[in-house]
């Protein structure tokens, strides 16, 4: 009975058939492999988050965004998503918590958001910071513990 690989020998006693053989093996053997990488799962992406507006909020006036914190005042901040080609991230929640307030918005199709809020410092305090946080799905979560600073100058 001949089997698959059967072997068979030339008149000096070398192997004739062997290394088309291995060579076929080979090539299947990477076209698994190949196949098996591919359908491994890629990692979340990563974005970017900015303040594009706002970023300081300071008490002294003449400066953007000036006011006294009297809590009467709002500041309307504005965030701007990307990913990591630049393009815009639609429908991410963006948070913004500290200085005694928070707010929560979704990006629009250009990855922008706006939040009014209306921060506060206590009297003995002349500096706080406003946590930035975004979430979307696909994406690995963003935070920036110090996107905006509420100062009183």
């Known amino acids: 009975m001949i089997g698959i690989c059967s072997l068979r020998k030339n008149n000096q006693g070398q192997v004739l058939g ?3 053989y291995l060579i076929i093996v080979m090539i299947v053997a990477v076209a698994v492999i190949a196949a098996v990488i591919f359908m491994i799962p890629k990692g979340p992406q990563t974005m970017n988050a900015l303040v594009t507006s706002n970023a300081v909020i300071a008490e002294e006036p003449g400066h953007a965004g000036a006011f006294t914190f009297t809590g009467s005042y709002s500041v309307v901040i504005k ?3 990307n990913d990591e080609r630049a393009d815009p991230i639609e429908g ?3 948070t913004l918590v500290g200085a005694g307030v928070s707010g929560s918005g979704t990006t629009d199709v250009n990855g922008e958001v706006t939040i009014s809020l209306t921060p506060k410092l206590e009297a ?3 500096e706080a ?3 930035l946080t975004v979430k979307a799905s696909g994406f690995e979560d963003f935070e920036d513990d110090e996107a905006v600073t509420v100062a009183r100058l």
């Open 18 to 20: 062997l290394p088309m």
């Open 79 to 81: 965030v701007t998503t």
């Open 92 to 94: 991410a929640t963006v």
């Open 124 to 126: 003995n305090v002349n």
């Open 129 to 131: 910071h406003i946590k």
